[in-house]
């Protein structure tokens, strides 16, 4: 059984710029949720994804957008990076929306914008 | 909306010691799920140990135990028999399953626990 895989594991991004972040689920989850961690903070969530559709979000502008394709991969995208976007990226996968927790992290995508 | 406070930044214990880390929360909901979460310096978020609100039995998971007060809003981890391998950022984290919001976890902002030889 496979875990949760997230690439890059580290990116480094200029002010403005747009950047696609990607996490491929464990084996048999179909839901996929996101979050932030900025320094020192623990994580906020972003949005979930389930069978392929947005299933909820948290407290996010729009420039935070995502996808989740039939295998149930999921991509985070950002577009017009800010400084404040600089952070862990932390994807979990979960079975039937994440019910009472059952969520596996993967080890994050590290941002650095500039 | 539900607010996770964890009031100890830093915590410190002697291997083979019993520690205790704190966490209080706030909701108005009556049937919720609590949760403490390991990550080390690995990054990846490990589950160490689950609390659903209508069990009054609290949870333990091995060197792991929690005392859940649900009147009192708090969820403290007491970890046994310290390990250096314990030696990681400790999160509380809550969740909502009536949430439409995707059944998120709201987490509190962490304590570093530091296991010493």
């Known amino acids: 059984e496979t875990g949760v895989t997230q690439s890059p594991t580290h990116l480094i991004k200029t002010r403005g710029q747009q950047v696609t972040l990607r996490c491929s689920s464990q084996s048999g989850h179909n839901t996929v949720s996101w979050y932030q961690q900025a320094l020192g903070q623990g994580p906020q969530f972003i949005f979930q994804?389930?069978?392929?559709?947005?299933?909820g979000r948290g407290n996010f502008p729009p420039r935070f957008s995502g996808l989740q394709f039939p295998n149930y991969s999921s991509e985070l995208n950002v577009n017009a990076l800010e400084l404040d976007d600089s952070a862990l990226y932390l994807c979990a996968s979960s079975l039937g929306r994440g019910v009472g927790g059952g969520y596996t992290f993967g080890s994050g995508t590290r941002l650095t914008v500039v | 909306a539900q607010t996770v406070t964890q009031s100890q930044p830093e915590m410190s214990v002697q291997e083979a010691e019993t520690v205790t880390l704190s966490c209080t929360y706030d909701t108005s909901e009556n049937n919720y799920y609590l949760f403490w979460y390991k990550q080390p310096p690995s990054r990846q978020m490990i589950l160490v140990i689950r609390q659903e609100a209508y069990k009054q039995q609290n949870a333990t998971e091995n060197r792991f135990s929690v005392n859940f007060q649900k009147a009192a809003k708090s969820f403290s981890l007491k970890i046994s028999d310290s390990q250096l391998g314990d030696t990681a950022m400790y999160f509380c984290a809550f969740m909502n399953p009536l949430n439409n919001a995707g059944n998120m976890l709201t987490f509190g902002g962490g304590t570093r626990l530091m296991v010493k030889p």
């Open positions: 994804y389930y069978r392929e559709e947005e299933n």
